[in-house]
């Protein structure tokens, strides 16, 4: 049974740098094929894709937001990160982590997903 | 970047009826096209995957039809279960993905 949970801290203060962490249980980054990726939700608004990594390093960020996003893994933890520098009010969100395989279309499953807050 | 437009944003129905929900494409996406249900406070599920194909444990009342830039989840039958808000989610030649505005399925 795949299973993933994001965590890290509920609120950070505008400008400062985000760092979340995936942690899963069921597969191996260090097994070709598999990838995790980011996808975040404002309060009220819809899905939006940030990041992926996959077992071979490969890295995909959204175009709009990659200046901004770093995501590394460490495959002896089970770990995938997510940095997001220069928080800003409208980066309020839930962070979600989820399973992805190489050349596939579709998330699954999800963690739970973690609410960040950005204000002073 | 490809651009995914739903409608409608709300779809007012009753138990028992027929949901058809859409989802177009700003240009051709192959069939990489997922479909997801939300319900508030949860995470999203997969419904359907490469257009056409229900993840596991779906009901049969679930299906998704479509190729290229045009789509549609279609609910055969809508339980009590079933209102929520849906997602479709597509993958690019790129590897990038994006996801629509989503529709909300909601009790009429």
């Known amino acids: 049974q795949i299973t993933l949970k994001e965590s890290g801290p509920t609120l950070v203060k505008p400008t400062q740098t985000l760092t979340l962490t995936c942690t899963f249980s069921g597969f191996s980054l260090s097994t070709s094929g598999v990838g995790v990726g980011w996808i975040r939700q404002p309060p009220g608004k819809a899905l939006e894709w940030l990041a992926l990594?996959?077992?071979?390093?490969?890295?995909r960020y959204s175009p709009s937001l990659k200046s901004r996003l770093t995501i590394t893994k460490d495959t002896s933890k089970n770990q995938v990160v997510l940095t997001m520098t220069n928080m800003d009010p409208v980066d309020t969100a839930t962070y979600y982590c989820?399973?992805?395989?190489?050349?596939?279309?579709?998330?699954?499953?999800w963690g739970q997903g973690t609410l960040v807050t950005v204000s002073s | 970047e490809i651009v995914l437009t739903q409608s409608p944003a709300t779809l007012s129905l009753s138990p028992g009826e027929r949901a058809t929900l859409s989802c177009r494409a700003s240009q051709s996406v192959s069939s990489y096209l997922a479909w997801y249900q939300q319900k508030p406070g949860q995470a999203p599920r997969l419904l359907i995957y490469d257009a056409s194909n229900r993840a596991t444990g779906i009901p049969a009342r679930f299906s998704g039809s479509g190729s290229g830039t045009d789509f549609t989840l279609t609910i055969s039958s809508l339980e009590p279960e079933d209102f929520a808000v849906y997602y479709c989610?597509?993958?690019?030649?790129?590897?990038?993905?994006?996801f629509g505005p989503g529709t909300k399925v909601d009790i009429k």
């Open positions: 989820a399973h992805i395989y190489w050349g596939s279309d579709w998330f699954d499953p």
């Open positions: 989610q597509q993958r690019s030649n790129w590897g990038l993905f994006t």
């Open positions: 990594i996959y077992w071979n390093d490969d890295k």
